[in-house]
């Protein structure tokens, strides 16, 4: 069998992930690797805990990636937190709120659903009313919903929660490094991130931080692995173990901390590729990050609107790096996405269920997120709507992306 | 606050794991990305599927990566086979057979665990006769045991568990690619391998594959994620579902087939990591490869023998990958590795539990395995012993090694 040499396309990619990756961190990961226990590694891994801190902003000692995609992260969240029959309540407004359900029933928890219609979010008041009423000893619930373009307000939320001792779990996932997520401002007791989003890192790890709240229960938890625990930590297991091992944040915190406790292999590249996804983040600053968002954001719904197109979605709600547009009455949704990736190398999303067909989304996220991708991705799609004959503005939607990056006024000029 | 550029050392890595990382698999991560469901992209799983399967030697339909380390594998086949109170018979040698214990246990397995001596494996009688005692519906055993450099002979006992109808489910992380794993012709119903050892690809997915009996197990604990399932697959959903979502194999099955449901977002460079490794692999061939392991492990027996140390554990059972080195008396084990590593740049490894600091462990796999590297770890093994005051015989080592490096008859010549 012969196999021919790697060869992919380029594209343009304005999904809500996995988002292009910056050149600089495609580098990162051709560097040569160490071992797991050189110190030339660990210093490396104390570096990137204190990178995600700055990131988090939070002061919460734990901050790590898993090793494996966004949702192994979440997983790990709620198997470390979760014991079986703990009552946890759920918000739903997408599809990540259902798998955050799901994974709850999965570890045995007692799951209370609140449910809004997609492409809407909650009142604060309204989730504090259900927390009153269910009594739960977790809430979980997803800050930017990819699925509809939301995002949750939780500042109200947190306090609420922190008032009853109930831990606030977020799965923050395509909101971090893309606007502004204030962990211990808005009393987030854990919180997981992705990297295939804002970060432009590649998929394959999650990082998550969590504070003293957290890692009390998983303490209350602990169980050293069989093979490398002392005499004296077999007698000490804790009978309401995590009931994975790969994801027990308690283990992991051994093999992050001093103690160094072998517990996976860490995955070598993948952290040179966070370290340099996170260097680049902080280099360009928090405020800036998210400002640069925000900014193309409205010139890329200044084209939609140009155009003649709908955004979808609860305005107030809506999610700075992921813009939903309604799709034209008798418009085929798959069939331009296909003719935009085919004819112009341009990648957009569908989304999930109910919403199939419906709605297509555009991400604009971390290094995906420039002018050029913008004004790329507004005159494919109006070249391919002209071709299947959908009746749109023709040569508005750049012109309205080109007003906005050329205001004097705004902070990034056309030359940034 | 502002960080320096990635700047890591260059190491000769002769551990267990993480091994040297191919050039061409460190330049193929620098690919930049595509999206999850880009054709492009899609073909690329579907090769991968397919170089899979020569590399397990098997027609199984089921043949890919997992997102996550080594034990992530381990886990998802564990998980995904074991429903609660099955019985499971897992034969111990070493620290990864503690490994496979715990898990099952998490998993709500009972486990019946029958031990041997670490640095010696079991008489498959011997199993044989466990099996008939505790009749289990699964067997979980190691192949290769880093922690011991021992590898267990597997065939009869996998005819052995299909004539009883028992799942045989092996973790062969440290052997495949660098030894034979022939998973159809010796009945291995599941079977997960690691990157970061023989494959010479980063840590951070872990391949495996597994049969229609596996298949079947999975088929009876089907349950599809909430918020992407149609109302029909709601409603038949299994009560033993698999506790993990992240690690459902039915689940991964949907998203690597035809259907190509979303489950996480498939970590791109990684997969091109894998691709590249698996090509470079077939290029080489299975054979010639496990030839070439066997070969460089013959030179650096010869080399650790002419210095005057003793190897650890039972002969017949050597690990081709892993040799394993008694650490002379008086002499303080982790000192030797640090002016190894410090000052030679070269990391060998060190054990665990009742081998820390009794015994050196030296790799010699995938890339690592290459005769500049086993001169290089007998050179600078035999000059810090020296250094340490330890008597070895001067100047023996490497000319052993150069020995079997210039005899004639060998099939890879000093050239090669």
Redesign the interface.
Same mark, same amino acid.
């Given at each position: 069998?012969?196999?021919r040499d790697?060869n992919?396309?380029?594209?343009t990619?304005m999904?809500p992930?996995?988002a292009?990756?910056d050149?600089r961190v495609?580098?990162?990961?051709?560097?040569?690797?160490? &071992?797991?226990f050189?110190p030339?590694?660990t210093d +490396?891994m104390n570096?990137v805990m204190?990178?995600l801190r700055?990131l988090f902003q939070t002061k919460n000692k734990w901050a790590f990636p898993v090793?494996?995609?966004?949702?192994?992260g979440i997983?790990a969240m709620l198997?470390s937190v979760i014991r079986p029959g703990d009552r946890v309540l759920v918000p739903v407004y &997408?599809?990540?709120?259902?798998?955050l359900?799901? +994974?709850c029933e999965?570890?045995g928890a007692e799951v209370e659903a609140v449910y809004t219609e997609w492409g809407t979010v909650f009142e604060p008041a309204e989730i504090i009313r259900k927390i009153e009423e269910t009594k739960p000893s977790i809430v979980a619930m997803v800050h930017a919903e990819t699925?509809t373009g939301c995002m949750q307000t939780l500042k109200k939320i947190g306090h609420a929660c922190r008032e009853r001792d109930i831990l606030f779990i977020v799965d923050a996932v395509a909101s971090v490094g893309g606007t502004e997520v204030r962990v211990d401002e808005w009393c987030i007791d854990g919180v997981i991130a992705g990297t295939?989003k804002c970060l432009s890192v590649?998929?394959?790890m999650a990082p998550l931080t969590y504070n003293d709240r957290v890692e009390k229960r998983i303490a209350s938890r602990k169980k050293t692995?069989?093979?490398?625990a002392t005499e004296e930590e077999l007698k000490q297991q804790s009978d309401i173990?995590?009931?994975?091992?790969?994801?027990d944040l308690g283990m992991l915190q051994d093999y992050w901390g001093p103690r160094r406790l072998?517990?996976?292999?860490?995955?070598?590249?993948?952290l040179?590729?966070l370290?340099?996804g996170l260097?680049i983040l902080?280099?360009e600053g928090l405020e800036e990050r998210f400002e640069r968002h925000a900014f193309h954001e409205k010139a890329l719904i200044a084209g939609i609107k140009g155009m003649g197109l709908e955004l979808f979605g609860q305005k107030e709600a809506k999610l700075p790096t992921v813009t939903c547009i309604k799709v034209p009455e008798g418009v085929e949704a798959d069939s331009v996405r296909s003719m935009l990736?085919e004819g112009f190398g341009i990648?957009i999303a569908s989304s999930?269920?109910p919403l199939h067909g419906k709605i297509w989304r555009i991400g604009t996220m971390g290094y995906s997120c420039r002018r050029e991708n913008v004004l790329a991705v507004l005159g494919a799609l109006e070249a391919v709507l002209i071709r299947q004959g959908v009746p749109v503005n023709r040569g508005e939607a750049v012109q309205a992306a080109l007003d906005c990056y050329m205001k004097p006024a705004v902070k990034a000029p056309i030359e940034a």
């Open positions: 069998m012969t196999y790697l992919t396309p380029i594209r990619i999904t992930g996995p292009e990756v050149p495609l580098r990162a990961m051709a560097t040569p690797v160490v &071992g797991q050189d030339a590694f +490396i570096e204190e990178m700055a090793d494996g995609t966004s949702r192994s997983e198997a &997408g599809r990540f709120g259902h798998l359900m799901e +994974i999965r570890y699925s295939q590649p998929s394959g692995e069989r093979g490398i173990f995590i009931r994975s091992n790969y994801f072998n517990h996976h292999t860490e995955a070598t590249s993948m040179y590729a370290r340099e260097r902080l280099e990736l990648e999930f269920g």
